[in-house]
């Protein structure tokens, strides 16, 4: 069975509604050979089956988290003891946000990673709009598709409608002076520019530790992490904008090597969709939400709840940095 024929056999039956009896008859196959088609239809991904949770189970911290940090919206998944089925429930949910904000004409600044992957790879759409996914980050070709936003916005676009837009620069360079030129560079300064306009930025939460995705891929040494942690640093965004638990800057030279958009970029961008998953990132959503810079989090209901927990141990403390730093 070709595609196209795979695709309206699921169609009656998801669709349409037509039981596996039915299809049996009018495809002339045994109901055994139908159920088969249509698992196959799911393993091709063609079709897509998504459990969503009712919304009263996270609706109080949702709530919770909109008044704690003045963000204008909060998505939170139910927990799962799978990480990997755990940040493709949290996809999901963006996915199915995305799909209800999205608008013709609305530039959407693309990040990478894991999450940011997954959103793109979860998303689902019965309306073609006439979007624009454009790179916040240039390439990093270790670590696959996750650590290429160019691979996820061209995915995001065949999945929501629109065009997709390449930054045609590396992620990371060696030389800040490198750096300095790719900026002005008549191939990729209309590009940043462009994602500098963006209506909603899609961004990823990192965390500072030896075992994470940015280590094992490459972006970051064992060291490198080390010295961000001596200085402060509890997490990313983006990747590389690194920020302490209240949330300030953490100057590190890696900040000069990397073609992307700034914090301040950021901070102009209407709606900022940061999402983090994995358990391991409390500290550095933490930081992140006092950054100013979120609009929308989208997290799992432990780091929501370990989110509110640290938020009030640790608020004291927070004011106090703040009034240190005004005073200097």
């Given amino acids: 069975m070709t595609t196209d024929e795979l695709t309206r056999l699921a169609t009656l039956y998801y669709v349409d509604g037509l039981t596996q009896e039915d299809l049996s008859k009018q495809f002339s196959l045994s109901r055994a050979k139908i159920g088969r088609l249509l698992k196959r239809a799911q393993e091709e991904g063609i079709v897509e089956i998504r459990v969503k949770h009712h919304p009263r189970d996270t609706r109080d911290l949702e709530r919770e988290l909109i008044a704690r940090f003045g963000i204008e919206k909060a998505i939170v998944s139910i927990n799962h003891k799978d990480q990997d ?163 300030r800057p953490v100057i590190t030279p890696v900040r000069d090597r990397v073609i992307g958009l700034s914090l301040e970029d950021l901070k102009h961008i209407p709606n900022v969709i940061a999402v983090a998953s994995e358990n391991t990132k409390t500290t550095a959503v933490l930081g992140a939400l006092r950054t100013g810079v979120i609009t929308t989090l989208a997290t799992t209901e432990a780091i929501a709840q370990s989110i509110v927990s640290l938020e009030d141990a640790t608020r004291g403390q927070f004011f106090s940095q703040q009034s240190d730093v005004a005073t200097q």
């Fill in 85 to 247: 089925k755990q940040r493709e429930l949290l996809a999901g949910l963006v996915a199915s946000h995305l799909d209800r904000i999205l608008a013709n004409d609305m530039i959407v600044a693309v990040g990478m990673g894991r999450n940011i992957n997954a959103i793109s790879e979860h998303a689902i759409s019965s309306t073609q709009r006439s979007s624009t996914f454009v790179c916040a980050i240039g390439g990093f070709y270790r670590g696959g598709e996750i650590m290429n936003a160019d691979h996820i916005s061209r995915r995001l676009a065949a999945r929501f409608g629109g065009d997709s837009e390449t930054l045609y620069a590396p992620a990371l360079v060696g030389d800040p002076e490198v750096r300095k030129g790719l900026l002005n560079n008549d191939a990729v300064k209309p590009t940043l520019d462009k994602a500098r306009r963006a209506h909603v930025a899609l961004v990823g939460v990192g965390d500072i530790n030896e075992d994470s995705n940015m280590v094992r891929t490459g972006w970051f040494s064992t060291d490198e992490i080390a010295e961000l942690r001596q200085c402060g640093a509890v997490g990313d965004l983006m990747g590389y904008h690194f920020i302490d638990m209240a949330g």
